[in-house]
């Protein structure tokens, strides 16, 4: 039986793509089953369109005005130097009505009260700019019209935003849920930390999808997921990290996926300066943050129970990355049998190498040389005992290709192939408390489950 979704949705861009079902608690959700007997999940959202268009118009009312501007004003003599600075006023507002694009992100964090302000001053300035061309004029009676119906607007935005926007994102919250709850019906439940299997069979769809909670399509680089190894308390507990560049500096997490999806962290954590991180490949296992640490170039822990900083230098080489991402030298991954680093040394001629790490004394137990050459590999991750590479085959989607087993010292070529949101990813992660893969893909939240061949 198969997992269906129906999703009904405002136009919000590019914020939202496979959504998972989380909880059915408000009129606006309900559940069936298909002809087909599966479970088919729908939530319907206000149907509030974001005024794009108006906003358009605008912009493009305002150009024109400048344009008509430039001509008239040759014609004025006495009035001339008065325009001059006018028409700079003019263009500073034109400028300020236009970044405020098209998509619903871009709304989020506006301050309404001083886009009021600007309409009042731009409607001051049109009534100005009239008196100085002492001639009618069709262009500034349009203007009028559109500036009226901007602050008209402005409050609709300012409505959407604080409403509708946070009420969406609580909807998500509980469809993730209600997803969890359609799915437990109808696959076998993981045995979870138990590794009686022969390697993965298959990835799964994608589980989540949804833009980082800095709400920026920018912030390409980063990481999310759950504490491999979870102290006790802190099992529903997310964290996410992300930015514009490869430096890691600061965390925040979530008590659970909900309060994620709302942006309401319940710690924030940002890095000394001198402990500062690169290259976004990192995990939290243990309570404790593992990163590649920028200087010196070394492994990176902090301990978020004592506050601590910890390193360690390994023969790891700033020469060989990932294909997809600059800087991760190092990545840090835990699985069923503990915490592991996987990194490209001169010796290894820019192929993988596996390094088991002892979290007690953080450093390197033992090490397996693999025949995947990193700057070839998409991303890397363990499970089992097994180190996992992948590769893009296209733009969507993306395959593990190689397989190492620490256990037996084999290596196998795979083609297990799953979907991706977007092409660039900058972290994958495998976490064995649910056997989901945790991938940041360009900026957006994206989840797998994993399905082990059992034979």
């Known amino acids: 039986m198969q997992t269906t ?25 309900t559940s069936s089953v298909g002809d087909s007997g599966q479970c088919v999940c729908q939530v319907y959202l206000p149907d509030t369109v974001f005024p794009a268009d108006r906003m358009q118009r605008m912009r493009e009312v305002s150009r024109d005005l400048i344009q008509e501007v430039e001509i008239q004003k040759k014609n004025i003599s006495s009035s001339e130097i008065k325009l001059e600075a006018d028409l700079g006023e ?3 507002l034109h400028d300020r009505v236009s970044i405020l694009g098209s998509d619903a992100k871009d709304y989020i964090k506006l301050d309404f009260e001083l886009l009021r302000i600007e309409l009042r001053e731009f409607e001051s300035l049109v009534s100005q700019l009239k008196d100085a061309f002492n001639s009618p004029s069709p262009m500034f009676d349009t203007l009028y019209s559109e500036i009226r119906n901007m602050s008209l607007i402005v409050n609709q935005l300012e409505s959407y935003d604080k409403n509708n926007l946070e009420m969406i994102r609580i909807e998500f919250a509980k469809l993730q849920r209600k997803l969890e709850e359609c799915q437990d019906q109808e696959v076998v439940k993981p045995d979870i930390g138990n590794c009686n299997h022969t390697g993965i069979m298959s990835i799964g769809k994608p589980m989540v999808a949804h833009l980082n909670s800095h709400l920026q399509t920018g912030y390409t680089y980063g990481g999310w997921g759950k504490d491999s190894k979870p102290a006790k308390g802190f099992e529903s507990m997310y964290f996410y990290s992300g930015f514009i560049n490869f430096v890691t500096h600061q965390f925040y997490f979530f008590a659970d996926y909900k309060d994620m999806l709302l942006m309401k962290p319940y710690r924030f954590l940002g890095m000394s ?13 243990g309570n404790t943050i593992y990163y590649q640490r920028y200087s010196p170039f070394s492994m990176g822990r902090f301990n ?20 997809f991402s600059e800087r991760q030298n190092m990545d840090f991954a835990a699985d069923e049998t503990g915490l592991w680093v996987m990194y490209a040394s001169d010796e290894s001629k820019g192929n993988i190498v596996i390094a088991k790490v002892n979290e007690k004394d953080f450093d390197i137990e033992n090490v397996w040389n693999t025949t995947a050459f990193k700057p070839m590999t998409s991303n890397a991750f363990m499970a089992c005992g097994v180190m996992y590479a992948t590769r893009p085959v296209d733009g969507n989607t993306e395959e593990i290709y190689y397989a190492f087993d620490t256990k037996s010292g084999e290596e196998k070529h795979l083609n297990i192939r799953f979907q991706k949101f977007q092409e660039h990813f900058s972290s994958l992660d495998y976490n064995p408390t649910d056997q989901l893969l945790y991938m940041y893909n360009n900026g957006y939240y994206v989840a797998y489950r994993v399905k082990f061949n059992m034979e």
Do not use: M
């Open 304 to 323: 978020l129970t004592s506050n601590k900083y910890g390193s360690r230098v390994i023969p790891a080489s700033v020469d060989f990355s990932y294909s």
């Open 273 to 285: 300066t001198a402990y500062r991180g690169t290259g976004n490949n990192y995990i939290v296992h």
């Open 90 to 92: 003019l263009q500073k």
């Open 5 to 29: 979704l129906l999703l009904l949705l405002p136009v919000l861009g590019p914020t939202l793509a496979w959504i998972p079902v989380e909880d059915w608690e408000s009129g606006n959700v």
